[in-house]
T-cell receptor, first 116, second 112 residues
Framework: GAGVSQTPSNKVTEKGKYVELRCDPISGHTALYWYRQSLGQGPEFLIYFQGTGAADDSGLPNDRFFAVRPEGSVSTLKIQRTERGDSAVYLC??????????????FGPGTRLTVL | GQQVMQIPQYQHVQEGEDFTTYCNSSTTLSNIQWYKQRPGGHPVFLIQLVKSGEVKKQKRLTFQFGEAKKNSSLHITATQTTDVGTYFCAGYLSSGTYKYIFGTGTRLKVLA
């Protein structure tokens, strides 16, 4: 079946602009994670959804970052007033959603965000 | 804050040699997962370890979880060029948080 998809694959924007990054999880997966990965680093946790609700948003770096998952499937990560330091690959992962912390995470290909 | 460190950061081996990467957490983990990321690709799940002292094998790969559940290792026997990539461990804390903390990664290069 189809894996996790993310759009766009690349996004170039100017400092101060607003961007939205989309994640389509594997059908039926109730758990969804957003990560940010900088060059040469491991993925950094941003937020975890179980269904429609954000069960843990402790990784969001500041209030410019916000994520939604209104119907429990597709999720959008929103970044306001982008800064050059936001440049990174944003990864989405979904899992079947059993007991938290016990599931395989299936990662999407990521969105490479470049802020000029 | 919680940290997960991996050593070495880089490893170059000759094809056929063995390879080991070590993962160390500053806090006790509920479980640990291992992922492989090929150059230009995304992380792909390899395995999950849950029990203290657990050892799991997948063909040439052997994974261990320490007795104190604060460290883990991945050992590859007789590396092949297809093993090239970055190996990450990801620790799950479970105490009031749902987040996985990924290690810094070990980048493996295999020379034919």
């Amino acid at each position: 079946g189809a894996g996790v998809s993310q759009t766009p694959s690349n996004k170039v924007t100017e400092k101060g602009k607003y961007v939205e990054l989309r994640c389509d999880p594997i059908s039926g997966h109730t758990a969804l994670y957003w990560y940010r990965q900088s060059l040469g680093q491991g993925p950094e946790f941003l937020i975890y959804f179980q269904g429609t609700g954000a069960a843990d948003d402790s990784g969001l770096p500041n209030d410019r970052f916000f994520a939604v998952r209104p119907e429990g499937s597709v999720s959008t990560l929103k970044i306001q007033r982008t800064e050059r330091g936001d440049s990174a690959v944003y990864l989405c992962a979904s899992s079947p959603g059993g007991l938290a912390g016990t599931d395989t995470q299936y990662f999407g290909p990521g969105t490479r965000l470049t802020v000029l | 804050g919680q940290q997960v460190m991996q050593i070495p950061q880089y490893q170059h081996v000759q094809e056929g040699e063995d390879f080991t990467t070590y993962c160390n957490s500053s806090t006790t983990l509920s479980n640990i997962q291992w992922y492989k990321q090929r150059p230009g690709g995304h992380p792909v799940f390899l395995i999950q370890l849950v029990k203290s002292g657990e050892v799991k094998k997948q063909k040439r790969l052997t994974f261990q979880f320490g007795e104190a559940k604060k460290n883990s290792s991945l050992h590859i026997t007789a590396t092949q060029t297809t093993d090239v990539g970055t190996y990450f461990c990801a620790g799950y804390l479970s105490s009031g948080t749902y987040k996985y903390i990924f290690g810094t990664g070990t980048r493996l290069k295999v020379l034919a």
